[in-house]
């Protein structure tokens, strides 16, 4: 994790642990993660235990008759949100594998606006240390 | 020690509004500075004026306003969350050309916004719910 200088930013994390339908949860995260896109904060985005399916591609609704929200994930990278942290047990455990969750990237300014992955596949033992070293948690 | 208190469930199904309840009311009494209560997802059904619980039940709602008039609490419902499940104050019912209204005095319905300042603004934020 990068170091912060400025004391006002702080660390937040959004702990997604639900599947994407079936439940408002997974849908009101990510509204609070579009608003608080505003307030400048270090933002990062954990998914874990069925909160992977949130980033499964292909997403089709239409036979549940709920709206298809997957497509927002997409405008994170614009918001300067680019750290989404998957755990990879998580997949694991309902076989899946990073090749069928979304492409996510955002536009490095810093390197030539170069595209990079938002999308970052990390370990159970490394989400735990990324969990650790937040200030505030907001977990859905 | 300044606390921020989420609140993700509705009253009565849920154990997380009276356990967000005795915790805020308990840190209180410890001399802790509570900056603000959000009320997200279900947990704005918290602040309703129409619930009747049985007489010799708990009332959760008045329960909450009454903590926070004893201790001018900003009790706030999220806007978006409560306006899809019919949670509406005077001035959110008129906007939206409804002919009633039913957020309990002591509540004011506000902007996710409220809940990411509260969480820069506390030292801890503690979330109840699932």
């Not at chain 1, 997403?59 to 949100?81: C, E, M, R, W």
């Not at chain 2, 708990?58 to 999220?78: E, T």
């Not at chain 2, 019912?93 to 004011?108: P, T």
Request: with cysteine; net charge negative.
């Amino acid at each position: 994790m990068q170091q912060q200088a400025d004391a006002n930013v702080k660390r937040f994390m959004y702990v997604n642990r639900k599947a994407p339908y079936g439940t408002i949860y997974a849908l009101e995260s990510l509204e609070v993660v579009l608003i608080g896109a505003a307030f400048d904060q270090d933002v990062s985005l954990a998914f874990i235990d069925d909160g992977v399916f949130q980033l499964l591609k292909d997403q089709d609704t239409n036979a549940i008759g709920v709206k298809n929200f997957s497509p927002a994930f997409k405008a994170l990278g614009d918001y300067d949100v680019n750290k989404l942290f998957v755990e990879k047990e998580s997949l694991d455990e309902r076989g899946l594998t990073p090749d069928d969750l979304m492409e996510l990237t955002w536009e490095d300014e810093d390197d030539d606006w170069e595209e990079k992955p938002s999308i970052h596949l990390v370990s159970r033992h490394e989400m735990k240390t990324l969990l650790g070293n937040q200030d505030v948690i907001l977990s859905f | 020690m300044k606390f921020a208190i989420v609140v993700n469930e509705g009253p009565y199904t849920h154990q997380a509004s009276d356990t967000a309840f005795q915790f805020t009311r308990a840190a209180l009494a410890k001399g802790h500075e509570v900056v603000r209560v959000f009320f997200y997802h279900d947990g704005v059904n918290n602040g309703t004026k129409l619930a009747v619980p049985p007489q010799d039940d708990r009332h959760i709602p008045n329960n909450w306003a009454q903590l926070g008039k004893d201790h001018q609490l900003d009790l706030v419902l999220c806007i978006a969350a409560a306006q899809r499940r019919g949670i509406l104050d005077e001035k959110e019912s008129e906007r939206q050309g409804k002919d009633a209204n039913n957020v309990i005095d002591g509540f004011r319905i506000s902007g996710l916004g409220q809940l990411i300042e509260a969480g820069i603004e506390a030292d801890r934020t503690i979330t109840f719910g699932d």
